[in-house]
C-alpha cells in the first residue's frame, strides 16, 4: 500500500455547473447532511442494500429515480416523491420509515428542491477543457496561477495614515468596509513585538530605554536596523524555514536513526539569514546548490541540499523500488509546498482533485529527484548520503545529494531517466511516459524537457521493476531550481512575502501559507501580496528588506486593542483593524525565560546531539538531560523526531515529520502545568530572584520594576506594584518559622512572585 | 466553577459584544474539560474505551487460530495460488527461498461455554472467553509497523489525521473533570513504532491530544509541585497569576486569557486528583495480585490496574501499548521465548482487568479492545528461529464488553488461515464499530479542515453487526 491515501471523498465541497456558490454551500451545509442521515443508508450507500431501485448519492440517481419514477422535479417539491414522503401524508408512503423529520428539516429539503435541487458534484470539473487545451479556462484563470502584478498604490481618504504602501493597500479595504485602523501601540509594547518577532527574544531594559527616550524622528527605524544586525535575528528567522523544511536531527518513523550532521543545515540556514542571502540564491542552493558552479568552494552550495536529504523516510521499506519512490515523493512535495504552496503529492496516485497538476506533471517532477541520489545506501537499515564538505580538514560532513541514480540495489545504468506515470501510484502498472517537464498550470503546455538532450535509449520494460524512459545527461534539479527562483513564476515570491507577513503579524495575506491551491484560502488583500513580492524581487530578494518595508508601516504599529464594532463586522480580524494579539512560539518563551532571567547563552552553532550517525537514537533521562538541559537558544536543542523535546510539545512545536509553515498557538492545562512544576520555569525564576535581591539589595520596588521590565517590557502599574509586594510579604510570613533564614526566606518569596510573572498570560502574548 | 470563570464568562457575554459570542468561549472553556460531556448521536452502549494495543502484531496462530491442516502440511511450500500478487514486509527473507507453511508448536482446546480455542500461551485469557467476542478476520491496509499503527489509530496512513480517542473525546467530551479525556499507558522494551503520531490530534484542537502518563513516576510530566513547595503557596502563586491574568483580560478583552485562567485550574485539579489516581498501593492485596501488579513498578500489570481507576474517573479512552510482539524469528523476537515472555506479560493483567471490571458493574459500560496493527502470516521465515512475517489479510483481535457478544467468535479463515472466507472484517469496520458503541455515527462525526469535512473512517467503514450484542 502507498503511503498517500485516497484523497476523494463524498463530503467536499467542488466544483459546480450551473448553481451558485451560495446554493451549493446550502446543499452542502444543510441539504447532504440529512440525506447522508436519513436517506443513502437504503438509498444507494449500502450495495448490498438499495431500497426501491433509488439511489440518492448523485443528483442523476435522484433524477433517474426507482421503481416509482423520479424521487425529485427540480423546482417543484409537489410534484417531487421525495418531497410527499416527508410529510407522512400517505399511510403507505412515509420517508424516513424510522421516524418523521423535525420541520425544520422538512422545510430545508423543499426549499432545496423548490431552488432547483442544486446538487454540486464533487471533485468535478466545472467545464471541460477546450479541444486541444489541458486545462479549463476557469483551472487558468485561478488567482495563484496568474503573473503577479505590480498594482498601483491605492487612493485613501485618511492619506496621513498611510505611511507607506503597505498602509495603503491596508487602509483601502479598511475605509471600503467603513472601518478605522487602531491607535497606534505605545513604545514599550512595540519595541517587545518587534524583537521578539526579529530576534525572538524580550528587549532588555536598557533597549526599552533607549528606545522610550529616543526623540529623533528615526528612533523606530533605528531599532529595525539594530534587531537585524544581531546574530539573534538569523536564529529567530531560521526557526520559521526549518519548520517549513521539517528539519529534525533524526529520521522519525519506524527506523529512528540519528542525524549527527544536519546541524550543518541548521547553521546554514541561521547563516543565510543573518547574511540577509537573496532568496533566490537561497531556493537554488536548497533544490540544486551541489549542480552551481562553485559547488567546490562555497560549503553553502552543498549544505543547502540538505533540504532534500533531511526528509523522514522508510528506512527497512523491503521493496527498494517504492522506496526510492517514496524518498522522491517526499521531496517533491516538500518541494511543492515549501516553494509553490502546491500539494504535489497529491497527484501521485490520480490527476490532483483541487488543483491543475496532472499525474503526468508530478512523475515529470518525479524523475528529476529519482536521478539524484539521496540515500547512501538502500540496505535495511538504510542511510542518508553525505559528501565531505570544501573547507577546513575535509572531514566535516553535510547531508548532500549528489547526481545520479545507481545507488543501492536497485536495477538500472544509473543515467537519470523519465518514468512512467504510474497508475493508482503503483509501479507495476506503467502508464504513459512522463517528460521532465514543470507543472504545465504554471510554466506552460509546450516546454522542452529538461536536463539536455533526451536519448531514445530507454530500457525493455521488465516486470515488476518500475518502468523508465528516455536517458538525459542530468537530473533537471539544476533547471528545477532556476525556474523556482525565476521572478516570472507566479508563486515563489508570493509565497515567501506571504511568510515574511505571517511571522510578523501572526496571519498571513493567505491563511493557508502551505496551500495557495484551491482548497487553500483566497488572499485577503490579493493587491497588497502582489506588491510586496514585486517589491522583494525589486528588491533583490532580500528579506530583510521586505521586513523592513512591512515593519515602517503604521499598519504593524498599531495596538491590539479591541473594538467591539469592528469586531462585530470583521471577527477574524482579516482587514486588520488592529494588530493580532499572539502567543509565543514554543521557543520564545524558553529563550524569553532564559533571557529575562539574565542566564541566556548565546553561543552560536554546532551539535548538542549526542548520538552515532545513523545509530538508533537513545532516549533516556540522562540523555535528555544532556541535550536538553544546557542555557543554549532554543534552536540548538536537538529535533528528535517522534520524541520531541517535552517543553516544545507542550507548546505547539511544528511536528518535524511534515512541512509547516503555520504552527498552532493552544491553551491547554499541561501548559500551565509546565509553568508550575517544571524545574526549568522555577530555576529561571530562582536565578532572576538571586538576581534582583543582588541588583537592589535594599529597594523592593526596584526590584518589582526590573522583573516587570525583564519579563512584560514594561514597569507595573501603581496598583501592580502594591500587589506584587504584598504578595511576597504575605509569602514570606506564610513561610513563617519553615524557612527561618530571612535570606532564604526572602529569596523563596521573590522567586514565587518571579514565577507567577513568568507564568501569566502578558509573558506568553505579544500584544 | 470559579466565580472569577463565571465573572469572565458573563464579561464576555454580555460587556464585550465579542463577535466570537457565546458559543466561541463555550468552546474554548470546554476545552480544558470545563464543559459538561457532550450528547453522542444515540443513546451509547459503553461510556469509555480500554485498548490494549500489542505493538508489533501478535502471531494469531500460537494464540487463537489452531489449523490442522498448517500442521499436516508443515514444512511445505505454500501453494502459489495464496501469495500470487501478494506483497509482504521484508520480502527478501521469502525471496532467499519459497516461504514454506509453519504449523505451530503451541498446543490449543476448547474453553468455557463457548468453547473458544485456546491456546497454551494464554492460560488466564482461557478463562474469562464467554465474556469475549474474538474476531478472526481483521484485514487492514498497510503492513509496516508505524504506518500500520497510525492506520489503526487515524483511518489512514499519513500523518496529520487525528486519533481514535482525540476522535471520541471531540465529540463526546469527557466526564472527568479533574483528568483529561484520552490517557495513553505505555509498557514493554520500547515505545510503540509512531510514537506520538498514534495518539496525536491532528487537525483537532490539541486538548484532545492524547496525554501520554508514565508508570513510573509522575504520571503526567511536572505534576508534583516542586520539592520544598507546599500546596498552599502553590495556590499562592497561582491565585497571584490569575489575578494577574484577569487584569490582562479586563485590558484586552481576549477569550484565549479566560482559556488560559480556566487551563490553570484545570492544572490545579489534575495535580490533586493524579496522584491519588496511580496510588494503587491503595487497591487491596487480592486486587493487586489478581493483576500481578506491585505499587511502584512499570509493567502492563500497572497499567491495566491503572486503566480500571481512569475508567472509573470518567476519563473516555484509555489506551495500552505494550511492546514487543514483533515475532519475526530473530534471537530475541520469536515464537519460541520471545512469544512466552510478551505472553507472560499480558495474559494474567489482561484477563483480570475484564474479570476486575465485570466484577464492578464497570464491564457493561466500558469496551475492552484488544489486538495488534496487523497479524502474521502462516508461512515461517527463513531467518534463525522460528518466527513469522507480517500480513494484513488477516489477524484476531478480541472484544468484551461495552455492548459486545459474550463468548462469541466472528469470522472464518481458509485452511491455511491465509486470508478470510467468512465475515471479513476491515480495521475501518472496528473503527466505526468502536464509535458506535459510544453512541457515535462514523459517518457524522466530521470535522472541517482545509476545506474538506473528515472523518475516522475516511469513505469507508461499516458497524460490524454481527458482533454486537
Redesign the interface.
Known amino acids: ?1 502507498f ?4 484523497l ?6 467542488g466544483a459546480v455547473t450551473g448553481q451558485t456558490p451560495q446554493q451549493s454551500e446550502f446543499f452542502e451545509k444543510s441539504v447532504r ?1 440529512l440525506l ?2 436519513h436517506c443513502t443508508e437504503c438509498h444507494g450507500a ?1 450495495e448490498k442494500k438499495v431500497r426501491g431501485g433509488l439511489r440518492l448519492t448523485t443528483k442523476a440517481e435522484m433524477l433517474k429515480g426507482g421503481d416509482t419514477g423520479p424521487a425529485v422535479v427540480p423546482g417543484k417539491p409537489g410534484e417531487s416523491r421525495l418531497i410527499k414522503g416527508l410529510h407522512y401524508t400517505d399511510e403507505h408512503f412515509k420517508m424516513p420509515p424510522k421516524g418523521k423529520l423535525t420541520d425544520a428539516d422538512i422545510a430545508v429539503l423543499t426549499k432545496w428542491v423548490a431552488d432547483g435541487a442544486a446538487w454540486p458534484e464533487a471533485g468535478a470539473p466545472a467545464e471541460r477543457p477546450k479541444p486541444g487545451q489541458l486545462f479549463t479556462d476557469e483551472q487558468r484563470k485561478f488567482w495563484a496561477f496568474q503573473p503577479v502584478a505590480d498594482p498601483p498604490v491605492p487612493a485613501v481618504k485618511n492619506a496621513e495614515w498611510a505611511k507607506n504602501p503597505v498602509d495603503a493597500f491596508i487602509l483601502s479595504s479598511l475605509e471600503a468596509k467603513g472601518l478605522a485602523p487602531a491607535k497606534p501601540a505605545d513604545r514599550r509594547t512595540l519595541l517587545r513585538r518587534v524583537t521578539y518577532d526579529l530576534a525572538g527574544l524580550p528587549p532588555t531594559p536598557e533597549e526599552i530605554q533607549d528606545f522610550v527616550d529616543d526623540n529623533s524622528a528615526h528612533a523606530w527605524e533605528h531599532v529595525i536596523d539594530r534587531l537585524t544586525r544581531t546574530p539573534q535575528y538569523g536564529e529567530s528567522q531560521a526557526r520559521h524555514w526549518l519548520d517549513v523544511a521539517r528539519y529534525a536531527d533524526s529520521n522519525g ?2 527506523e529512528n536513526t540519528a542525524f549527527a550532521n544536519a546541524f550543518r543545515y541548521r547553521d546554514y540556514v541561521v547563516k543565510s539569514f543573518n547574511e540577509d542571502k537573496p532568496y533566490d540564491t537561497f531556493i537554488k542552493e536548497q533544490v540544486a546548490g551541489d549542480l552551481l558552479p562553485d559547488a567546490g568552494t562555497n560549503p553553502d552550495r552543498l549544505t543547502g541540499t540538505g533540504f532534500l536529504v533531511l526528509g523522514p523516510k ?1 528506512l ?4 527498494k523500488q517504492k522506496m526510492k519512490l517514496d524518498i522522491a515523493d517526499e521531496q517533491v512535495d516538500t518541494v511543492g509546498k515549501a516553494f509553490l504552496g502546491l500539494t504535489l503529492g497529491c497527484a501521485r496516485c490520480h490527476d490532483h482533485k483541487f488543483d491543475p497538476i496532472p499525474t503526468r506533471d508530478y512523475y515529470g517532477l518525479l524523475g528529476m529527484f529519482t536521478g539524484t541520489r539521496t540515500m547512501k545506501n538502500l540496505a ?1 537499515v538504510a542511510a542518508a548520503h553525505e559528501r565531505p564538505l570544501p573547507v577546513g580538514d575535509g572531514k566535516g560532513m553535510a547531508l548532500a545529494v549528489d547526481e545520479g541514480a545507481k545507488y543501492g540495489d536497485v536495477k538500472g545504468d544509473g543515467k537519470p531517466r523519465n518514468l512512467f506515470v504510474q497508475v493508482r501510484g503503483n509501479y507495476l502498472t506503467p502508464g504513459e511516459e512522463a517528460p521532465a517537464v514543470f507543472p504545465r498550470i504554471l510554466a506552460g503546455e509546450a516546454q522542452v524537457s529538461v536536463g539536455g538532450p533526451s536519448a531514445p535509449d530507454a530500457p525493455k520494460p521488465e516486470a515488476n521493476q518500475t518502468r523508465y524512459g528516455q536517458s538525459r545527461p542530468h537530473s533537471g534539479r539544476l533547471e528545477l531550481a532556476t525556474w523556482l527562483a525565476d521572478p516570472k513564476n507566479p508563486l515563489p515570491a508570493r509565497v515567501m512575502a506571504n511568510r515574511v507577513w505571517l511571522h510578523l503579524f501572526g496571519e498571513g495575506i493567505v491563511r ?1 501559507p502551505d ?1 495557495f491551491g ?3 484560502d483566497r488572499p485577503t488583500h490579493p493587491e497588497l501580496l502582489d506588491w510586496l513580492a514585486t517589491q522583494f524581487v525589486r528588491d533583490g530578494w532580500s528579506v530583510k528588506k521586505l521586513q523592513k518595508t512591512i515593519l515602517m508601516s503604521n499598519a504593524y504599529r498599531m495596538s ?3 473594538n ?1 464594532a469592528a ?2 463586522a470583521d ?1 477574524d480580524n482579516k482587514l486588520l483593524w488592529r494588530f493580532n ?1 499572539r ?1 509565543l512560539e514554543a521557543e520564545k518563551i524558553r529563550d524569553g525565560l532564559l533571557s529575562a532571567a539574565g542566564n541566556i547563552d548565546l553561543k552560536m552553532g554546532g551539535s548538542l546531539l549526542n548520538n552515532g550517525n545513523f545509530t538508533y537514537v537513545s532516549i533516556n533521562p540522562t540523555l535528555d538531560a544532556k541535550r536538553y538541559g544546557t542555557a543554549r537558544r532554543s534552536i540548538y536543542l536537538p529535533v528528535i523526531r ?3 523535546f ?1 517543553f516544545f ?1 507542550t507548546f ?1 512545536m511544528a ?1 518535524p ?2 512541512p509547516t509553515g503555520k504552527r ?1 498557538g ?14 526549568f520555569v ?1 530555576q529561571q525564576a530562582d536565578v532572576l530572584a538571586a538576581k534582583l535581591l543582588k541588583d537592589s539589595p535594599t529597594d523592593a520596588d526596584a526590584r518589582v520594576r526590573d522583573a516587570y521590565l525583564r519579563a512584560y517590557g514594561r514597569p507595573p502599574k501603581p496598583d ?1 506594584l502594591r ?1 506584587a509586594l504584598s ?1 511576597v510579604s ?2 514570606e510570613e ?2 513563617g518559622t519553615k524557612a527561618p533564614d530571612p535570606a532564604k526566606r526572602s529569596q523563596t518569596a521573590w522567586a ?2 518571579c ?3 513568568f ?4 509573558f ?2 505579544l ?1 | 466553577m470559579s466565580d472569577l470563570l463565571h465573572n469572565t464568562r458573563r464579561h464576555f457575554f454580555r460587556d464585550c459584544g465579542l463577535g466570537l459570542g457565546s458559543m466561541a468561549l463555550g468552546s474554548l472553556l470546554a476545552k480544558d474539560g470545563l464543559a459538561a460531556p457532550k450528547k453522542p448521536h444515540f443513546e451509547p452502549k459503553a461510556k469509555a474505551v480500554i485498548f490494549l494495543f500489542m505493538a508489533g502484531g501478535p502471531s494469531q496462530f500460537e494464540l487463537f487460530e489452531p489449523k490442522p491442516e498448517l500442521q499436516k502440511l508443515h514444512g511445505q511450500p505454500i501453494p502459489d495460488s495464496f501469495t500470487k500478487g501478494k506483497r509482504f514486509a521484508f520480502m527478501d527473507t521469502f525471496s532467499k527461498e519459497k516461504p514454506k507453511l509453519l504449523g505451530t508448536k503451541r498446543k490449543f482446546a476448547q474453553y468455557g461455554k463457548s468453547g473458544t480455542w485456546v491456546s497454551e500461551c494464554l492460560p488466564h485469557f482461557a478463562k474469562i472467553v464467554d465474556d469475549v467476542t474474538m474476531v478472526k478476520t481483521v484485514a487492514t491496509n498497510v503492513f509496516n509497523h508505524g504506518p500500520a499503527k497510525v492506520f489503526f489509530n487515524t483511518g489512514s496512513p499519513q500523518f496529520g489525521r487525528p486519533s481514535i480517542g482525540s476522535w471520541v473525546t471531540y465529540g463526546i467530551g469527557s466526564s472527568a473533570a479533574d483528568l483529561p479525556g484520552f490517557v495513553v499507558l505505555q509498557s514493554g522494551p520500547r515505545g510503540p513504532r509512531g510514537g506520538v503520531l498514534n495518539w496525536a490530534s491532528g487537525f483537532l484542537p490539541t486538548t484532545f491530544q492524547g496525554v501520554p502518563f508514565r508508570s513510573g513516576g509522575d504520571p503526567i510530566i511536572n505534576l508534583s509541585s516542586p520539592a520544598g513547595v507546599t500546596a498552599d503557596r502553590q495556590k499562592d502563586v497561582i491565585d497571584a497569576v490569575k489575578d494577574l491574568n484577569a487584569d490582562r483580560l479586563d485590558a484586552t478583552g481576549d477569550p484565549e486569557i479566560a482559556t488560559r485562567i480556566a487551563s490553570y485550574e484545570m492544572a490545579y485539579r489534575m495535580q490533586t486528583s493524579a496522584p491519588e489516581l496511580i496510588d494503587i498501593g491503595k487497591e487491596d492485596k487480592k486486587t493487586l495480585d489478581a493483576y500481578g501488579a506491585v505499587a511502584g513498578a512499570a509493567s502492563f500489570a500497572n497499567n491495566c490496574l491503572l486503566a480500571r481507576r481512569l475508567v472509573e474517573r470518567g476519563v473516555r479512552f484509555v489506551q495500552l501499548y505494550h511492546t514487543d510482539w514483533d515475532h519475526h524469528g530473530d534471537s530475541v523476537n520469536n515464537l519460541d521465548k520471545g512469544l512466552d515472555k510478551v505472553c507472560k506479560d499480558v495474559d494474567q493483567p489482561m484477563a483480570a482487568l475484564v474479570q476486575d471490571l465485570k466484577r464492578r458493574g464497570l464491564l457493561d459500560s466500558t469496551l475492552v479492545v484488544w489486538g495488534g496493527e496487523f497479524g502474521r502470516t502462516p508461512m515461517g521465515e527463513a531467518r534463525d528461529t522460528v518466527g513469522r512475517n507480517h500480513h494484513i489479510d488477516t489477524g484476531a483481535m478480541w472484544f468484551a464488553g461495552g455492548g459486545v457478544k459474550a463468548g462469541f467468535t466472528l469470522g472464518e479463515t481458509d485452511e491455511f488461515g491465509f486470508s478470510p472466507t467468512q465475515d471479513r472484517v476491515h480495521v475501518h469496520d472496528l473503527q466505526a464499530t468502536i464509535l458506535n458503541q459510544l453512541g457515535l455515527d462514523h459517518l457524522k462525526l466530521t470535522y472541517r479542515f482545509q476545506g474538506r469535512d473528515f472523518r475516522l473512517t475516511d469513505v469507508h467503514g461499516e458497524v460490524v453487526k454481527k458482533m454486537l450484542a
Not at chain 1, 503511503?3 to 485516497?6: A, E, L, P, W
Open positions: 500500500m503511503s498517500r491515501g485516497i476523494i471523498t463524498l463530503l467536499v465541497a447532511p447522508a442521515a449500502n518513523r519506524d522508510l527497512a521499506e523491503p521493496d535495511t493557508t496551500n484551491k482548497l487553500g491590539s486593542t479591541h467591539e469586531a462585530l471577527p494579539r502567543r517522534n520524541s520531541v517535552d510539545q505547539d511536528e515529520h511534515v498552532a493552544t491553551v491547554v492545562a499541561p501548559q500551565a502545568l509546565y509553568m508550575m512544576n517544571s524545574p522555577k501592580e500587589q504578595f504575605q509569602y506564610a513561610l514565587a512572585l514565577q507567577a510573572i507564568a501569566a498570560s502578558e506568553m502574548y500584544n
